[in-house]
């Protein structure tokens, strides 16, 4: 499951462009140094935006390259920052973001948590000082990858979500997301902003002429509204449950990593304004893992089974994403034609080859 997946984002549609994974990764790591990143910082930046595209949340990569230059070049990112862990003992890392992009904050820190996590059973990661990181799974996938369970938040500007029954924002759109390994088969995955939908998946909508539902947020004036360039507060996704997480979230990665609740934002994604927090679970530390993923894949064929008797497609959450991984990287990257056209301009302003 990507991001929220209430609107579907159009798969077949003629303005949609693909390209080679490898050529995108390479102009948006070009893009990266040429506005001071180191190379690995860069190459460790385009890998992560990349795998957003690749995982099937398009939202949150490399169309976002144009804005992560953008805080580079009024200050809110330090390109030559270092991610510094400040704390720690033998379950929790502490660690100064330096003001890096949140892709490098966030790798750096589910790092020290898997680390953590293998010695002792449970790592714990807070990374404050940090910006918009992309899509939370895209860095967790690296636990599973060692056969562990990851689970974080992320917090992102001011307050733009209501609780239910109110009109004005009160909580921020936080991101909530988990990978658990499977044993031979993809990840079960679930990243989701806690808002009915994330401001980057609306905003990319809005490039396809696809509208939002008439009950999915208010404008300035507290009126409902289906314009999404109007939008100003968005329903929490599931009523309470969606308004309980992101509280959870403004905490968890607000206060708790050093940073505010987001209602005392200034509203924006400025460097200041992102904090995260990851938990990693070693499985074998807590049960049996041959029991653990046996356990799971039963249940998740049952589930299967009921399914085909009412005759309805079941999927798992990490399932499509998984699907998207296989076909993209073979097919290429999918990205909406404006978007690549920014990106050629954007390469073109910095003399980075854009032969895509």
Known sequence: MAM????????????????????MVSVVEQILVKKSLFQFDATVAAQRLVEADLYGIPSHGCGRIR?????IDCGDVDPRARVLIVDENDVLSVLDGGRALGHLAATKGVEAAIAKAKSSGVGISCIGNSQTLGALSVPLRMASENGLIAIGFSSTGGATVAAPGMTTGVVGNAAFAYVIPRKDLPPIVFDSACGVESWGKLNLLKRFGVSMPNDFAFDSEGQPTSDIDAAATLMPLGGELGFGLSFLGSILAGPLVGGQMAIRKKGTDSSDDSQHFVIVLDIGHFTEADRFHKRIDVAVEEMKEKAKEGDREFRIPGERGADCFHEYSTTGIPLHRSILEEIKQLAQSLNVDDSF
């Open 4 to 23: 929220s997946s209430a609107i579907p984002i159009p798969t077949d549609s003629p303005d949609l462009i693909r390209i080679p994974v490898e050529q």
């Open 67 to 71: 804005e992560l230059v953008s805080a």
